[in-house]
């Protein structure tokens, strides 16, 4: 048990003066001591937080600070002889002009499964929307044209904590339709007692990659009981969903997930479009998390937030054009053409990098 020990009427004073100042922490509105309630512990006293700006939060999501961050992936505890595990799929190397080239593209329906796979993504975008407070200026480069009015407060504009709120609930969401694919093909495969042609893994690597999206996010914000329950209602309803729709038609999943890919590329573009334009000065110089660093082995001199952005991005992208690719081909019998060895070394082939880029997925008559 921590013994405890009455705080001075100075000490208090100093606490609370200290909050006054730190309002922010690594670029983010940190949640600031307000009060304490007179005694302390070995870690320090038992406060009453409130967020900065001395307003009850209207969000039950907590930007702390890194130092008060929980940590969601620590080290093995009892492994003395392990110094480092690295991640089973190696990220592939992006060029700093294939992630600007990145664009925001939308694929037309062309049966009445699109049309139902993109309403479904309307639905969805619709509900993140709400439950996340996103709300944003259409005018991302105002800053062009008034620097001085682009800085001024601004109805419902996208600040970095909403940003972050946004992260962390979309990439906790886009983490499950490749998990739930890669676990039924794999159970599909082994009931025929026949190989899968390759889909499984890309469909987990998918899965996997999204993953580190969020934790990356998670060093960055740790979210309070509210987004918690969010994210547990929206897991819980979106897995047995997409269990079920990818039971009935795969192929209208992929699809689904492709559109959905889609507004991911569009939420980060205006991200950055935002620092572009000045929206978002407290990321100018914020630096990513290490494990961003070790995942995407972002060079010395690109280890900013837009450059994090800019890799993401480049995820989603790939993303988008795999699940419309995917959602192209024969879900029982075509192989996978992102892992495949073609034939025509000299043409343009689906690859596990974004050097050959297909916003729109590639048409089976192109790859199979």
């Known amino acids: 048990m921590l013994s405890t020990t009455k705080l001075t009427p100075s000490a208090v004073a100093s606490t609370v003066t200290l909050a006054k100042h730190a309002a922010f922490v690594r670029g983010v509105p940190r949640l600031v001591i307000r009060r304490c309630h007179g005694t302390t512990d070995a870690y320090g006293c038992y406060p009453r937080v409130v ?3 001395g307003l009850p939060s209207r969000r039950a999501f907590s930007s702390t600070a890194p130092t008060g961050l929980k940590e969601y992936f620590p080290p093995p505890s009892d492994a003395p002889h392990i110094k480092l595990t690295g991640p089973a799929w190696p990220h592939p190397i992006y060029s700093e002009q294939q992630m600007k080239d990145i664009k925001v593209a939308h694929r037309q329906t062309k049966n009445w499964a699109d049309w139902v796979a993109l309403s479904m993504v309307r639905v969805l975008r619709t509900g993140m929307d709400f439950c996340t407070g996103y709300r944003h200026d259409k005018e991302v480069a105002l800053a062009k044209k008034d620097p001085t009015l682009a800085k001024q407060p601004r109805t419902f504009a996208m600040t ?13 969401v886009a983490g499950v339709p490749g998990m739930v694919g ?3 093909r794999h159970l599909h495969s082994l009931r025929r007692m026949k190989r899968d042609n390759g889909w ?7 899965a996997y990659n999204e993953r580190m999206h969020l934790l990356t996010f998670l060093k960055m ?4 009981w509210f987004m918690r329950f969010m994210l547990l209602g929206a897991q819980g309803v979106f897995f047995n969903a997409m269990f079920v729709s990818y039971l009935i038609s795969p192929r209208s999943c992929h699809r689904f997930v492709g559109y959905l890919e889609e507004e991911a590329v569009l939420t980060y573009t205006r991200a950055i479009n935002d620092i572009d334009a000045g929206k978002l000065p407290k990321w100018n110089d914020l ?4 494990i961003a660093v070790r995942y ?3 060079p010395e001199g690109h280890r900013k937030m837009r450059d994090l952005l800019l890799y993401i991005r480049a995820d989603e992208a790939k993303h988008r054009e795999v699940n419309h690719t995917l959602g192209n081909l024969d879900q029982n019998m075509d192989p996978n053409p992102f892992v495949s060895t073609y034939k025509a070394a000299t043409k343009d082939h689906p690859s596990k990098g974004i050097e050959h880029l297909k916003p729109m997925g590639w048409e089976r008559d192109d790859v199979i």
Request: charged share 30%; net charge negative; glycine share 6%.
């Open 51 to 53: 967020p900065h700006n």
């Open 160 to 172: 970095e904590r909403k940003w972050l709120v946004r992260f962390v609930f979309l990439e906790s």
């Open 182 to 184: 890669g676990m039924l």
């Open 200 to 206: 499984i893994e890309t469909l987990l690597e998918e």
């Open 221 to 224: 914000a740790e979210p309070g």
């Open 287 to 290: 630096e990513a998390p290490e």
């Open 296 to 298: 995407w082995n972002m």
